[in-house]
T-cell receptor
């Protein structure tokens, strides 16, 4: 079974530029998550999708971050404009159950550096 | 916010059992305890989870105290490849679904 795929693996941008990350969850998984992991900290949930609907985006900085999951499969996370403090690893995870009651499986992450 | 506390770091000799403790004194009756680990530059990897009973799989054992306020992850024969950050997580439930809140984890170093 293929795991969660993410791209790109690395990205370097200057502040005030925009950037987008892509995630392809495990086939058939209803719930998709985006996490932000700052160096030395545990992952922090940004947004949770159930199929193609948002169920929790309370920790997403909506003035600059946006995410979508069209057709309930792939998802993109965008930052516009980026700030220095956005430098982090962005992790995508998915779980089978629509309410997230099953185990979450994580992708390798996208490492973002904002200069 | 994370509902768990873990020691920031631990060492373990190769081939010995690694016992990683976790406190979750405010856990609710229907909340599960999950363990993940994260090897450098990789995404977190699922290890094991449980509710009340002790659990064992091919990777590890999970011992949950009777009052459910703490648990211990046991790696029975640690190898150098087990060097990683280990996260103990309480899966919380809300009207919108179930979420994981990660703390800072325990950095385990397996020593040759």
């Amino acid at each position: 079974e293929a795991g969660v795929a993410q791209s790109p693996r690395y990205k370097i941008i200057e502040k005030r530029q925009s950037v987008a990350f892509w995630c392809n969850p495990i086939s058939g998984h209803a719930t998709l998550y985006w996490y932000q992991q700052i160096l030395g900290q545990g992952p922090k949930l940004l947004i949770q999708f159930q199929n193609n609907g948002v169920v929790d985006d309370s920790q997403l900085p909506k003035d600059r971050f946006s995410a979508e999951r069209l057709k309930g499969v792939d998802s993109t996370l965008k930052i516009q404009p980026a700030k220095l403090e956005d430098s982090a690893v962005y992790l995508c995870a998915s779980s089978l159950d629509p309410r997230g009651r099953e185990t979450q499986y994580f992708g390798p992450g996208t490492r973002l550096l904002v200069l | 916010d994370a509902k768990t506390t873990q020691p920031p770091s631990m060492d373990c000799a190769e081939g010995r059992a690694a016992n990683l403790p976790c406190n979750h004194s405010t856990i609710s009756g229907n909340e599960y305890v999950y363990w993940y680990r994260q090897i450098h530059s990789q995404g977190p990897q699922y290890i094991i989870h449980g509710l009340k009973n002790n659990e064992t799989n091919e990777m590890a054992s999970l011992i949950i105290t009777e009052d459910r306020k703490s648990s211990t992850l046991i790696l029975p024969h640690a190898t150098l490849r087990d060097t990683a950050v280990y996260y103990c997580i309480v899966r919380t439930s809300s009207n919108t679904g179930n979420q994981f809140y990660f703390g800072t984890g325990t950095s385990l170093t397996v020593i040759p």
